[in-house]
C-alpha cells in the first residue's frame, strides 16, 4: 500500500467591520427647541474594527423637514433630504468622521421629535448593509 499527502494551502480573505455612530452636535440636544431658520449638525462616525478595507457608500437620510445645507465631506448627490457619498474606504483600524448641517424649514409640527437615520453599505462585500445610525 502506497499512501501519499499533499498539502494544499488556502488563504482566508479579511473582512471589514464597520461601526456607524451618530450623534447631533449643534444645537445639543439636551433639551433646545428648535424652530424654523435653525441649523442643525450632525457627526457620523465609521470606525472599521475588521481586517480589511471597507469600500462602501454612506447616506444620511435627514427628515423632510430638515434641508441638507453643508458637510465635511462633498456629496456625491443629493436627492431632496437624501444625501449620498460613494467610494467610501476606510482602512482597518481607521475612522472616518463626517459632518453634517441642515437647516430647519418651516414645515415641522411643534412638539414632535424627528429621527434622522444613516446608513453605510459595503460595496466591495456583496453590497450588504453594514451597520446604520439613528440621531433623535
Known amino acids: 500500500v502506497v499512501l501519499s499527502s499533499a498539502i494544499a ?72 433630504s437624501v444625501w449620498s457619498r460613494n467610494n467610501i474606504s476606510i482602512a482597518p483600524s481607521q475612522t472616518l468622521t463626517i459632518f453634517l448641517t441642515g437647516i430647519l424649514n418651516n414645515n415641522y409640527s411643534a412638539n414632535t421629535t424627528y429621527t434622522n437615520n444613516a446608513d453605510f453599505v459595503l460595496t466591495n462585500l456583496s453590497g450588504s448593509i453594514v451597520d446604520n445610525g439613528t440621531a433623535v
Open 9 to 80: 494551502p488556502f488563504t482566508i480573505a479579511g473582512v471589514p467591520d464597520v461601526t456607524l455612530t451618530k450623534t447631533i452636535i449643534s444645537p445639543d440636544s439636551s433639551g433646545y427647541v428648535y424652530q424654523s431658520g435653525d441649523q442643525v449638525g450632525y457627526r457620523i462616525t465609521l470606525y472599521n474594527s475588521g481586517n480589511a478595507i471597507a469600500s462602501g457608500i454612506l447616506t444620511d437620510y435627514f427628515p423632510s423637514q430638515i434641508t441638507p445645507l453643508s458637510s465635511s465631506l462633498s456629496p456625491t448627490s443629493t436627492a431632496g
